[in-house]
């Protein structure tokens, strides 16, 4: 066990992407065995606050009292079996696609900062661009090898059911408690994952790290495309963007694995290295399809050119790809988005104020009007891009010092405004410590008791993940 005590090795692991203010704790403990981390947590009281990567946006990992548990020395990568990898919690994104890049074979998921660590991907179910066809990190988890905070291990594989108690490897059973709380019908990452008839799974992907601790992860992997036929579609207007987007979800000609929105600031800051946007561009939508068969790629992208055909697209301006090169730039146009505006928050020193809200598609026209009628009001700079094919957009305010109370205020609102709808608060980040005020909003009072009642099964003495979630 490597321990770390004195506060300039323990500083860097008291923040995070999200610009919270940093946290507190006595030590950072880094184990190297598995036995190593059961030995301390059978010995050892004190809080605990389990550190990933550090590029999560709730703060998550900031700790407020305790120790860190670091499990970096956890990033094994094994060998895949039946389609499906055994991978250590501390292993990369970048790492293990990597390691996947000279097979047959691909792992979906795809959150914009490739540096995050598996444990911290599965900890806030994360997604990236093409979750619109592919779905979360939620549906490629086989198995997880875990242990809670007092030192009890448990493999939970797919398909054991939370109607069955789980065995943990001291005989002792752990039994679901009864609750009438479920998660809403969107895209969602906020709080712990309940539906009826669910896996155990399902529940501890997502739970922000406060139910257990990953050892060992299993992915599932799914056969890799020959080639993604991806481009970067430009309009005059946002709203055209809009409009196109309703057409692409409801017909069967195009069928992208990723449908991702700039808004006209994005551009706008977007310009700063990328001069080549056209000029006169208000809005631009990102679609990328998977092509199983590279001998029907060109069929794929005449009917991609068809069907924009007459559209309200200024399809002359816009960028298709050509090579697998075009294919990573558009994902780096993408990505930059996200960066710059970190960038910006970091220069300005303001604490990043950015929503990761959801809503079912119902409510995709009235969100998306509801969103620029009542930013384009307000005098506050922002910006608005990401997940538009799972009306899930990140709204980032970047309000001036004088503009801080306002652009709080305008947060609250459109929280106000999602919760009418049934949406969520966090459809991918989590809930940290960051947004718990509007989580309980969002569940109400007697949902919240609901959700601790599985937190005090796992976690009586709320120990692991403290100022997490509650």
């Given at each position: 066990?490597?321990?770390?005590?004195n506060?300039?090795?323990?500083?860097p692991?008291?923040?995070?992407?999200?610009?919270?203010?940093?946290g507190?704790?006595?030590?950072?403990?880094?184990?190297?065995?598995?036995?190593?981390?059961?030995?301390?947590?059978?010995?050892?009281?004190?809080?605990?606050?389990?550190?990933?990567?550090?590029?999560?946006?709730?703060?998550?990992?900031?700790?407020?009292e305790?120790v860190?548990?670091?499990?970096?020395?956890?990033?094994?990568?094994?060998?895949?079996?039946?389609?499906?990898?055994?991978?250590?919690?501390?292993?990369?994104?970048?790492?293990?696609?990597?390691?996947?890049?000279?097979?047959?074979?691909?792992?979906?998921?795809?959150?914009?900062?490739?540096?995050?660590?598996i444990?911290?991907?599965?900890?806030?179910n994360?997604?990236?661009?093409?979750?619109?066809?592919?779905?979360?990190?939620?549906?490629?988890?086989?198995?997880?090898?875990?242990?809670?905070?007092?030192?009890?291990?448990?493999?939970?594989?797919?398909?054991?059911?939370?109607?069955?108690?789980?065995?943990?490897?001291?005989?002792?059973?752990?039994?679901?408690?009864?609750?009438?709380?479920?998660?809403?019908d969107?895209?969602?990452?906020?709080g712990?994952?309940?539906?009826?008839?669910?896996?155990?799974?399902?529940?501890?992907?997502?739970?922000?790290?406060?139910?257990?601790?990953?050892?060992?992860?299993?992915?599932?992997?799914?056969?890799?495309?020959?080639?993604?036929?991806s481009?970067?579609?430009?309009?005059?207007?946002?709203?055209?963007?809009?409009?196109?987007?309703?057409?692409?979800?409801?017909n069967?000609?195009?069928?992208?694995?990723?449908?991702?929105?700039?808004?006209?600031?994005?551009?706008?800051?977007?310009?700063?290295?990328?001069?080549?946007?056209?000029?006169?561009?208000?809005?631009?939508?990102?679609?990328?399809e998977?092509?199983?068969?590279?001998?029907?790629?060109?069929?794929?992208?005449?009917?991609?050119?068809?069907?924009?055909?007459?559209?309200?697209?200024?399809?002359?301006?816009?960028?298709?790809?050509h090579?697998?090169?075009?294919?990573?730039?558009?994902?780096?146009?993408?990505?930059?988005?996200?960066i710059?505006?970190n960038?910006?928050?970091?220069?300005?020193?303001?604490?990043?104020?950015?929503?990761?809200?959801?809503?079912?598609?119902?409510?995709?026209?009235?969100?998306?009007?509801?969103?620029?009628?009542?930013?384009?009001?307000?005098?506050?700079?922002?910006?608005?891009?990401?997940?538009?094919?799972?009306?899930?957009?990140?709204?980032?305010?970047?309000?001036?010092?004088?503009?801080?109370?306002?652009?709080?205020?305008?947060?609250?609102?459109l929280?106000?405004?999602?919760?009418?709808?049934?949406?969520?608060?966090?459809?991918?980040?989590?809930?940290?410590?960051?947004?718990?005020?509007?989580?309980?909003?969002?569940?109400?009072?007697?949902?919240?008791?609901?959700?601790k009642?599985?937190?005090?099964?796992?976690?009586?003495?709320?120990?692991?993940?403290?100022?997490?979630?509650?």
């Open positions: 066990m490597i321990r770390k005590t506060k300039e090795t323990i500083a692991y008291l923040i995070d992407a999200s610009n919270h203010p940093r507190n704790a006595e030590e950072v403990l880094i184990p190297e065995t598995v036995e190593e981390l059961i030995e301390f947590l059978k010995k050892d009281s004190r809080p605990i606050t389990i550190a990933g990567a550090g590029t999560g946006l709730t703060a998550s990992r900031i700790p407020s305790g860190v548990i670091s499990l970096e020395k956890f990033n094994e990568i094994g060998s895949i079996v039946n389609n499906e990898i055994w991978i250590g919690p501390a292993a990369t994104l970048l790492q293990l696609q990597n390691h996947l890049k000279n097979t047959r074979l691909f792992y979906p998921p795809n959150p914009t900062e490739w540096n995050a660590t444990g911290g991907t599965l900890a806030t994360a997604s990236g661009s093409r979750s619109y066809k592919f779905g979360v990190t939620r549906d490629f988890v086989s198995a997880v090898d875990c242990i809670l905070v007092d030192g009890r291990r448990v493999l939970i594989e797919r398909g054991h059911k939370i109607s069955k108690p789980l065995l943990m490897d001291d005989g002792s059973e752990i039994t679901f408690p009864e609750i009438t709380y479920s998660s809403p969107c895209k969602n990452a906020a712990y994952f309940v539906k009826k008839e669910m896996d155990w799974l399902d529940l501890f992907i997502g739970s922000d790290g406060t139910l257990a601790i990953f050892s060992k992860v299993c992915l599932r992997l799914i056969v890799k495309p020959d080639k993604f036929l481009g970067i579609l430009f309009f005059e207007e946002e709203n055209h963007c809009w409009e196109l987007t309703r057409q692409i979800k409801s069967s000609l195009v069928l992208p694995c990723s449908l991702e929105y700039f808004d006209r600031y994005s551009l706008l800051m977007l310009k700063e290295k990328y001069p080549n946007i056209p000029m006169h561009a208000k809005a631009a939508l990102f679609f990328e998977d092509v199983i068969d590279k001998k029907t790629y060109n069929i794929k992208l005449e009917k991609w050119i068809e069907f924009l055909t007459n559209k309200k697209v200024l399809l002359n301006d816009s960028w298709f790809a090579d697998e090169k075009d294919v990573f730039a558009f994902h780096e146009f993408r990505h930059q988005i996200p710059l505006v960038e910006k928050n970091s220069k300005d020193k303001r604490e990043k104020i950015g929503t990761d809200m959801a809503v079912s598609d119902g409510y995709f026209d009235e969100m998306m009007r509801y969103y620029e009628s009542t930013l384009s009001a307000t005098g506050v700079p922002y910006v608005i891009f990401g997940h538009i094919g799972d009306n899930h957009l990140h709204i980032n305010l970047l309000p001036d010092s004088s503009q801080k109370s306002l652009a709080f205020s305008i947060y609250d609102a929280a106000k405004k999602i919760f009418s709808w049934n949406g969520t608060v966090s459809a991918e980040h989590g809930i940290g410590k960051k947004k718990k005020r509007y989580f309980y909003q969002m569940v109400g009072r007697n949902n919240i008791e609901d959700l009642k599985i937190k005090n099964t796992l976690d009586p003495q709320q120990r692991l993940g403290r100022g997490n979630i509650f």
